[in-house]
């Protein structure tokens, strides 16, 4: 019999801990409980922690969830988490009160909190499962003891991006190199938002000097080194008007020739810190935000200052989800991962570099597509169902299902 976190608590704590964040529940797919109706055939709703409750990956999350709810038969909620560990403890913890039987998070925390989540979770025997996150911390820091990557309660992470520091940096190197731009400042977020950002820069700079050991003269390629730390200038997030004159620096050191590079969303923290026509130079951004994806334009188009952009397709939430599925309803894998390691898995970014790329992108892709029309979801219900392990599905056909979702398959595959 599933135990009682009341017994934890206790009555008093309890009627302060369910007037909080619980109740900031934000509204997905028609309903502040992810789109209204029953639970289906599990006890509760399953928590969906996210980043942000706006933009065309969080429109179609919702709307590719909706669409499974009546196929496999469960219920979610949305909830906005934040930066605060402290504050994300308090909304999974609310949400196990009210009766989640499982969480999956767009968030990742510390490993002091993680470890809690997952006490709290083998407790409640509640499952807890991350999206869009590759668990970096909890995988590479385990504390002394039974690390939370070891519980059978913690089903693993899919991915944002290739799971490797070489990919996104050669795809942006490669594109910078078509250009006309020679004079680079390379930006990459810090260690606590992106660990990987700083061995991603490395392999830059890498590619730079391999380039320009064989590259005429005037094709030459010059890093931007004042201040960096290693080759990359490290953005924190939430920078103030004061970063203004940095920018200015940088298009009087670079002129014509300058263009941005930045790893792991750095291009929307700039863009934030100055009106778009104050931007004298391209941008060729790791990452997504909508507001910057506004100003994506063709490389001649002086207007549009972002020249490639990239995102993680929502449909990856299969995974999460199906093994969830299958925790709660007591019926495992035959072939489930035995290492912990195996259980994070990578899915792969879709890159966009030209205007034919968003075109093609909104005619294949649910995250693309203005109206989110989920003909244009990279799986069906019907096929993911088919992935549960009661319907003969297995962790290798679902991992493999995932791993085929590249760019080239995204924005070229034909729609039946």
Known sequence: MKKSILKKIGAIALSSVLAGSIGAVAGCGGGGNGG??????????????????RGNNYEAMCKFLDALKPELDFDYQIAQMSYADESNLTTIENAILKGAVGVITMTEMEMGYTQQVIELCEQEEVY???????????YAEPTTGKAPKDSKYCLGS?????????????????????????????????DWAYPRSAQSALTFKKLVDNYNATAAENDKFTLWTEGTDGPAYVLNYGLDAQFAPTLTKWQNWGGS???????????GTIMNMTTYRDL????FNAGWDDDV??????????????KALCQTPCETIIYPLVRMLNAINGTPYADEPVKPEDKIVEAKYCHIESTKDIEDGSAHCMNFNSARDLKYA????????????????????????????DTEYILRREIK
């Open 128 to 138: 807890y499962a991350g999206y869009m996150s590759d668990f970096w911390k909890t």
């Open 293 to 306: 994806a506004k100003q994506f334009g063709a490389m001649d188009d002086a207007t549009k200052p972002v």
């Open 158 to 190: 899919v991915s944002d991006g290739e799971l490797d520091a070489e990919t996104t940096a050669t795809w942006l190197f490669e594109a910078v190199k078509e250009s006309s731009y020679r004079k680079i400042v390379l930006t990459r977020s810090p």
């Open 257 to 267: 020739d300058l263009a941005l590079v930045g790893l792991n969303y750095c291009a």
């Open 36 to 53: 209204g109706g029953g639970s289906g055939k599990y006890a509760g709703k399953i928590l969906i922690g996210v980043q942000q409750t």
């Open 280 to 283: 004298k130079f391209p941008i």
């Open 378 to 405: 990279l799986i069906s219900p019907t096929e993911v169902k088919a992935l549960l392990a009661e319907n003969g599905g297995t962790f290798a056909k679902l991992v493999e299902t995932i791993s085929t979702w």
